[in-house]
């Protein structure tokens, strides 16, 4: 049953996705539990005590020592999860900055206008905007 779960979780694809199907799948308690025990994972793994931890989450000693247990068997996994997960956010955030790799030749303002409303309008000058490396627009 839990490859079966797994492979569901695969075929999910985005976060929304996945969020959609665990808010139907698991009550509400079960939803904030497994919350709680990734941010135990993840306060665990920053150097918190447990007597930290229990104050910030609100979880018993059972639940921070079983998460501590599961690290310890899992340390390696979870890590390269999160060192993927941070990757990621690292990549989205850099795409989202980044600029457009080169303007059009066609919006220069130093650009003949005559020649700009001829280029986007006569199918004939694709071949002249490819060679002038300018297929954006």
Excluded: C
């Amino acid at each position: 049953m839990l490859t079966q779960l797994a492979e569901v979780f695969a075929t999910l694809k985005t976060a929304d996705n996945i969020r959609f199907f665990l808010e139907r799948l698991l009550t509400e308690s079960e939803l904030v539990m497994l919350a709680r025990r990734l941010a135990v994972a993840e306060l665990l793994t920053h150097g918190r005590t447990y007597e930290q931890i229990q104050r910030k989450l609100k979880v018993g000693v059972s639940t921070i020592r079983g998460v501590d247990r599961w690290l310890t068997d899992a340390a390696h996994e979870y890590h390269l999860i999160r060192e993927h997960q941070r990757q990621e956010e690292q990549d989205a955030a850099w795409r989202k900055k980044r600029t457009p790799r080169h303007r059009s030749l066609l919006d220069h303002p130093n650009f003949p206008n005559e020649l700009r409303g001829l280029i986007r309008g006569d199918s004939r000058m694709i071949l002249f905007r490819l060679l002038l490396g300018d297929f954006n627009n």
